[in-house]
């Protein structure tokens, strides 16, 4: 009877017991023995299912809170590169100055080999290599004017979406050609758009295949926004100084007239008077109205 006891009650609600304290110590992999077929059995068999949905619950839990925290480490490093640009280009200085302050920012970021800027010239319609970091000067060469359409950077500028070029040396076409014999394997074309209108376009140059997540896409395409901003905030600050270069000079050369015209109209006035001193004989007052002409 003893026996009995031990094995159809006290050994179960021990196992039982252990595998609750191993649960609490979260060994969610623990499992008791069925050691019999009554109601003990029952609840060892329910015990073990539950065992098994906890498991599978904190495994995807764990993967859960993985994927989460890549995705928050994303969007902080993200936050932090636009913060970092965006506070820059709201530095004064020139379109040189912002482009290359730009690309160091960019390329280090994402551990390209080099970077370029592009502007576009509408009337042209050519694309301007105006400023790089480290690319070789037979590169810069041959890539110093592009025509929109022509090549990567031609196509890219006329959409709104970053375009990625992979490259091989040997297989390469010809509108990558350049590229590809200079040793990159992979290219990154993004737009320079300021409400929908095309500035230009920046590039970035990797020496290895490098592939372009949905996140990095969309902070390209911010990061090319923004440059777009402070590239016609200077041209438009440059045009503001012209205009009021313009409008000084009218404003002198008005003066200027107007001096002019009222000197003029006194010479005539004492043209007259001399005119009519001598019709009328009177010579000294004719000499005074000469001499007030010579003054």
């Known amino acids: 009877l003893i026996r009995f006891f031990f094995v159809a009650v006290i050994r179960p609600v021990h196992e039982l017991q252990s595998g609750m304290q191993r649960m609490e110590d979260e060994e969610f992999e623990a499992r008791v023995p069925v050691l019999t077929r009554d109601e003990f059995g029952d609840l060892s068999?329910?015990?073990n299912r539950m065992g098994a949905h906890?498991?599978?619950?904190?495994?995807?839990?764990?993967?859960?809170?993985?994927?989460?925290?890549?995705?928050?480490?994303?969007k902080n490093r993200e936050l932090a590169v636009l913060y970092e640009v965006s506070r820059f280009l709201h530095t004064p200085g020139s379109i040189e100055d912002i482009s290359r302050g730009f690309l160091a920012r960019v390329k280090d970021t994402f551990g390209a080999a080099a970077a370029s800027v592009r502007l576009f010239d509408r009337r042209s319609?050519?694309?301007?290599?105006?400023?790089?970091d480290g690319l070789a000067d037979e590169f810069i060469d041959r890539e110093a004017v592009l025509r929109c359409g022509e090549c990567l950077?031609?196509?890219?500028?006329?959409?709104?979406a970053a375009i990625v070029g992979a490259l091989d040396a040997q297989s390469g076409t010809d509108s990558l050609g350049h590229c590809a014999r200079a040793g990159f394997a992979t290219v990154f074309a993004v737009p320079v758009n300021n409400n929908?209108?095309?500035?230009?376009?920046?590039?970035?140059f990797f020496a290895q295949p490098t592939r372009l997540s949905a996140g990095d896409r969309i902070l390209l395409e911010s990061l090319g926004q923004h440059l777009a901003?402070?590239?016609?905030?200077?041209?438009?600050?440059a045009r503001e100084r012209e205009m009021a270069v313009s409008e000084e000079r009218n404003l002198m050369a008005q003066e200027l007239h107007d001096s002019l015209a009222q000197g003029l109209a006194y010479l005539n006035l004492q043209t007259q008077v001399v005119d009519g001193a001598i019709k009328q004989g009177r010579i000294d007052e004719a000499n005074e109205a000469v001499e007030l002409i010579r003054v």
């Open 196 to 204: 929908r209108k095309a500035v230009g376009l920046f590039n970035l």
């Open 153 to 160: 950077c031609g196509e890219a500028v006329n959409g709104e």
């Open 125 to 132: 319609g050519n694309l301007y290599l105006t400023t790089q």
């Open 45 to 47: 068999r329910g015990f």
């Open 54 to 74: 906890l498991q599978s619950l904190y495994g995807t839990l764990e993967e859960r809170v993985k994927v989460e925290t890549r995705r928050l480490e994303e």
């Open 229 to 237: 901003v402070a590239i016609e905030h200077v041209r438009l600050q």
